[in-house]
């Protein structure tokens, strides 16, 4: 599903990033990315969503080299993958069942299906009182859940999660871990970015760890 060959990264004449590495995530399988603050977790993930090119080294996607794909491709590659950004990315003129039905909208499915879907999910994630909020008006940690609930609606075959539960309680950051678990139980491909290694170690998930810019088997 994922693959980086021998991939390196770095922004301007600065340092490297990333280092050498060499990744490959089968389909429908979930993996943590651990590393403390600064090791290039975020900096993965945007390489894997097409958000950045790497500097050197190889990158396929869906069996699709990146270096030959032509940029107009892209959206279409994206569509298929899920993204939980740390800052939200939220749409502040929508509300927040707007926020979460817009991926289902893009896609064409019926105004039926998509208000059962997203009513649903709002439930599962304890915002069925803030469907019509705008975001603004919710807490950091409802923003998240709007954002997580946006990125799964339409069940990616890519999921990938930074710090998803970053702004949220234990009960409720292992209530999400339930839904990323249920997700790729159906077939999703997960990579869930954390700093919490506890976190990491309850759910007996394979972990990937970033230092200094290297990635390793944890």
Do not use: C
């Not at 399988?29 to 975020?42: D, I, N, R």
């Not at 019926?110 to 019509?132: F, H, I, S």
């Not at 954390?194 to 998930?205: D, F, I, K, Q, V």
């Amino acid at each position: 599903m994922v693959r980086f060959q021998n991939v390196g990264m770095r922004y301007g004449t600065g340092p490297e990033v990333l280092r050498d590495v060499n990744l490959d995530l089968p389909a429908g399988s979930f993996h943590f990315l651990t590393g403390p603050s600064g090791a290039g977790k975020t900096t993965l993930l945007r390489l894997i969503y097409l958000a950045d090119r790497p500097t050197r080294g190889l990158i396929s996607l869906f069996g699709e080299d990146i270096a030959r794909l032509k940029r107009n491709k892209f959206p279409a590659l994206r569509r298929r993958i899920g993204v939980v950004f740390q800052d939200f990315r939220l749409l502040g003129h929508l509300s927040a069942f707007d926020n979460v039905a817009l991926p289902m909208r893009v896609a064409g499915v019926a105004e039926p299906r998509v208000r059962e879907n997203v009513t649903e999910l709002m439930d599962w994630v304890g915002l069925a009182d803030k469907m019509e909020a705008r975001p603004a008006t919710l807490s950091g940690g409802q923003q998240q859940r709007v954002a997580i609930a946006r990125a799964v609606i339409a069940r990616p075959q890519v999921l990938l999660a930074d710090e998803p539960t970053g702004n949220v309680d234990d009960a409720m950051a292992f209530r999400l871990l339930r839904l990323f678990e249920e997700l790729n139980r159906l077939g999703t491909t997960i990579v869930l970015a954390t700093h919490n290694e506890s976190l990491a170690a309850a759910l007996g998930r394979p972990r990937l760890h970033l230092e200094d810019g290297e990635l390793s088997a944890a």
